[in-house]
């Protein structure tokens, strides 16, 4: 399995601002997968982020919306930018562990835009 | 993409009580997890079951992937089993959750 932390675990933001958020993983992984929650709703992937190269994103999702950052092995980071109160939501990080593709999740970030 | 429905969307249990969830999705699949999203949030992976039939303590799981489905089955259930359950099929790069089953156990 792996162990995955998030910063900040919550946060209430105001409509037009931007807040990044840290995936930090105990080991390292390849793949690293970042999750939004609506209220009430499933996941949907926003997109996949392998060191060294551009993130991969959904259909719905932009870079420019929500870039992401993957510096190293172990770390990512999601931005909301230009936030609205429709980016209310819990946003998690995700990465594969174990001898399959089992993923494992991190605790999320709980979003509110006022 | 994959389309991923699953039933009940909502169930109520008396704690000692046994269940049957399950997963119908469109497409083959080489990935089938299921997942258990507790009241406070955290998403815990129940497990990894392509095809076959696995079993962990009070849950097991059997995937059909010929015919394309999944089941969860929890017996003599307990309060701490509430929480939203989550069949997420797909492939190695990218898997589609499903739309949960939100479970309450009662005392």
């Known amino acids: 399995s792996a162990v995955i932390s998030q910063k900040p675990s919550r946060d209430i933001c105001q409509r037009g601002t931007s807040l990044t958020i840290q995936c930090q993983v105990d080991s390292q992984v390849t793949m690293m997968f970042w999750y939004r929650q609506q209220p009430g709703q499933s996941l949907t992937l926003i997109a996949t982020a392998n060191q060294g190269s551009e993130a991969t994103y959904e259909s719905g999702f932009v870079i420019d919306k929500f870039p992401i950052s993957r510096p190293n092995l172990t770390f990512s980071t999601l931005t909301v930018s230009n936030m609205s109160p429709e980016d209310s939501s819990i946003y998690l990080c995700s990465v594969y562990g174990g001898q399959n593709y089992e993923q494992y999740f991190g605790p999320g970030t709980r979003l509110t835009v006022t | 993409g994959i389309q991923v429905e699953q039933s009940p969307p909502d169930l109520i249990l008396q704690e000692g009580a046994n269940s049957t969830l399950r997963c119908n999705f469109s497409?083959?699949?080489?990935?089938l997890q299921w997942f258990h999203q507790n009241p406070w949030g955290q998403l815990i992976n129940l497990f990894y079951?392509?095809?076959g039939t696995k079993q962990n303590g009070r849950l097991s799981a059997t995937t059909v992937a010929t015919e394309r489905y999944s089941l969860l089955y929890i017996s003599s259930s307990q309060t701490t089993d509430s929480g939203v359950y989550f069949c997420?099929?797909?492939?190695?790069?990218?898997?589609?959750f499903g739309t949960g089953t939100k479970l309450q156990v009662i005392p």
């Open positions: 079951i392509p095809s």
């Open positions: 997420a099929p797909g492939g190695y790069q990218k898997v589609t």
């Open positions: 497409d083959s699949v080489n990935n």
